[in-house]
């Protein structure tokens, strides 16, 4: 029965569905008062996130919600607040409009907040930020949330900014592992270098991958697991190789790694492969700091 049991639960992970245990587990952890941040961390990590209780738990770990329930009323009113205010005075200053797109009134919104409103446009911050946004804007239909969430995630992405340099020198590595002949071909090609893991490490694969697939890797960033990005670049390369073994300059690898942003099953191949590599190279796995003080 065990045995059984054990197999029933390998194939719901690999077809992306969880098992009743799993569900009963986290509405369990999610009536728990106050809420145990670490648990549903560790939930994250672990399984994919039900539709149905994902909002609920990207907030509370992104630090959205309180972990205190008769605090969150409060909270929330304040955070609705903050949001009309600054979307007001963007409105006043007539920096958006009507036609402005959401994911710009956000990030327009959030350099209001900093003060960095007018200290020149950062086109790579402006990137990685919408580009998150719009990826939480196709999940969430609450826009309020959605800012204060994509706020969070921006945290992290700069946080991996910080460790970019031992991120690429781990891709480089475990490619090199995992797939002698692909990464003898990209660098004798002067190609793995050219690779911009940095832009689509900083926005965790937003506009790379289609969002279905995508929203499971970010269950795991939500619970603090920035390393699987690593992994999710290696299953891109690997489930590519056929197609990457026949570029022979940037602009082609480029193109070929463009071309999946459209095709489901692939994405969902690629996100199947890269969650079941991260976890067997689980080990010294990289924690934002912003989520360690969190827990603590």
């Given at each position: 029965?065990?045995?059984?049991?054990?197999?029933?639960?390998?194939?719901?992970?690999?077809?992306g569905?969880?098992?009743?245990?799993e569900?009963?587990?986290?509405?369990?952890l999610?009536?728990?008062?106050?809420?145990?941040?670490?648990?549903?961390?560790?939930?994250c990590?672990?399984?994919t996130?039900p539709?149905?209780?994902?909002?609920?738990?990207?907030?509370?770990?992104?630090?959205?919600?309180p972990?205190?329930?008769?605090?969150r009323?409060?909270?929330m009113?304040?955070?609705?607040?903050?949001y009309?205010?600054?979307?007001?005075?963007?409105k006043i200053?007539r920096?958006?409009?009507?036609?402005?797109?959401?994911?710009r009134?956000l990030?327009?919104?959030?350099?209001?907040?900093?003060?960095?409103?007018?200290?020149?446009r950062?086109?790579?911050?402006e990137?990685?930020?919408?580009?998150?946004?719009?990826?939480l804007?196709?999940?969430?239909?609450?826009?309020?949330?959605?800012?204060w969430?994509?706020k969070?995630?921006?945290d992290?992405?700069?946080?991996v900014?910080?460790?970019?340099?031992k991120l690429?020198?781990?891709?480089?590595?475990?490619?090199?592992?995992e797939?002698?002949?692909l990464?003898?071909?990209l660098?004798?090609?002067?190609m793995?270098?050219?690779?911009?893991?940095?832009?689509?490490?900083?926005?965790?694969?937003?506009?790379?991958?289609s969002?279905?697939a995508?929203?499971?890797?970010?269950?795991?960033?939500?619970?603090?697991?920035?390393k699987?990005?690593?992994?999710?670049?290696?299953?891109?390369l690997?489930?590519?190789?056929?197609?990457v073994?026949?570029?022979?300059?940037?602009?082609?690898?480029?193109e070929?790694?463009?071309?999946i942003?459209?095709e489901?099953?692939?994405?969902?191949?690629?996100v199947?492969?890269?969650?079941e590599?991260?976890?067997?190279?689980?080990?010294?796995?990289y924690?934002?700091?912003?989520?360690v003080k969190?827990?603590?």
């Amino acid at each position: 029965m065990a045995d059984e049991r054990n197999f029933r639960s390998t194939y719901y992970e690999k077809v992306g569905c969880r098992g009743v245990e799993e569900r009963k587990s986290l509405e369990i952890l999610l009536k728990e008062k106050p809420l145990n941040l670490t648990k549903l961390t560790q939930f994250c990590i672990r399984f994919t996130v039900p539709k149905i209780h994902r909002t609920v738990l990207w907030n509370s770990l992104l630090g959205v919600t309180p972990v205190y329930d008769k605090s969150r009323e409060y909270v929330m009113e304040q955070r609705v607040a903050v949001y009309n205010d600054l979307l007001k005075a963007l409105k006043i200053m007539r920096i958006v409009d009507e036609n402005t797109p959401t994911s710009r009134v956000l990030y327009a919104m959030w350099l209001l907040e900093k003060k960095q409103l007018y200290l020149g446009r950062d086109i790579t911050q402006e990137s990685h930020f919408c580009n998150i946004t719009k990826v939480l804007l196709e999940i969430f239909d609450n826009d309020i949330e959605t800012y204060w969430m994509a706020k969070s995630l921006y945290d992290y992405s700069e946080e991996v900014s910080l460790e970019m340099g031992k991120l690429s020198d781990l891709t480089y590595t475990i490619l090199e592992k995992e797939d002698s002949g692909l990464y003898i071909h990209l660098k004798s090609c002067d190609m793995l270098t050219a690779l911009p893991l940095a832009d689509w490490y900083r926005s965790f694969f937003a506009g790379v991958l289609s969002e279905p697939a995508l929203i499971r890797i970010w269950d795991k960033i939500c619970g603090g697991a920035i390393k699987i990005v690593v992994f999710v670049m290696i299953e891109i390369l690997r489930m590519l190789r056929r197609r990457v073994l026949r570029c022979v300059d940037q602009k082609s690898l480029f193109e070929c790694i463009d071309s999946i942003k459209n095709e489901q099953e692939t994405a969902d191949m690629i996100v199947n492969g890269a969650i079941e590599l991260w976890q067997q190279n689980k080990g010294h796995e990289y924690i934002p700091q912003s989520k360690v003080k969190a827990l603590s």
